[in-house]
């Protein structure tokens, strides 16, 4: 995909939350620049999290992989989830985004998945929405609760953010919120 080619228009603007994380320094500055390009080609930012400071989980090429800061933005955009989705990649790939492939997680520049868009609930070969296991990580799970709408349910399970969060095995006892503002924030 091009940034040149059309994207599908809606006249309708939808909410679209997206977890971001970056593990290699310098991490703000990818994390801000990721948020610049994602406000300039996708939509308008809403708001913010805080970030959270995590251990890298999952990892098995790398010993002792830099910890991650990790947040959630809310985004109001025009795009349909696989255009949005496919702004993600492309962003991720201008910023050296390296994916894993076969050998489990990886350091890397930034993240960007796709949690939330609206209501939709969808799975097919490159997206799941809501994303397959936001449930089960506390470092999307804190930061979303942070800047999810009031009244907001999980559109498979109907559970609000508090009960998700009161169903993790565990909080991340590594997590430490950081007083760190995003430029611009």
Known sequence: MTLTETKYISSRTVLSYIAFGSNIAPRQHFIEKALQLLQARAGTLLALSRLIETEAEGFFAEQFPPHFLNGVCKLETKLNSQDLLEVCQVIEAELGRKKAGK?????????????????TVLESQSLTLPHQRYRQRGFVLLPLSEVLEPNWQDPETGENIDQLLAGLSRIESSANWSSWTLAGA
């Open 103 to 119: 050998q489990g997680y990886q350091s890397r520049t930034i993240d960007l998945d796709l949690i939330l868009h609206g209501n």
